[in-house]
């Protein structure tokens, strides 16, 4: 393998492994924070029962 060769190879592993990261963080977002709601949030089971 020439010097060339190894070089585009690098480039494209750094692209590859850079798309990977941006599709991932892209994914997480979608995820929901946590399972508990906060104080204000507005969701019924956090209503107190009187």
């Given at each position: 393998?020439?010097?060339q060769?190894?070089?585009?190879?690098?480039?494209?592993?750094?692209?590859?492994?850079?798309?990977?990261?941006?599709?991932?963080?892209?994914?997480?977002?979608?995820?929901?924070?946590?399972?508990?709601?906060?104080?204000?949030?507005?969701?019924?089971?956090?209503?107190?029962?009187?």
């Open positions: 393998m020439d010097f060769t190894a070089i585009v190879a690098l480039i494209i592993l750094a692209a590859l492994v850079y798309a990977g990261n941006l599709a991932r963080h892209k994914l997480k977002a979608f995820k929901p924070k946590d399972k508990s709601c906060a104080a204000n949030c507005g969701c019924e089971s956090k209503k107190i029962k009187n």
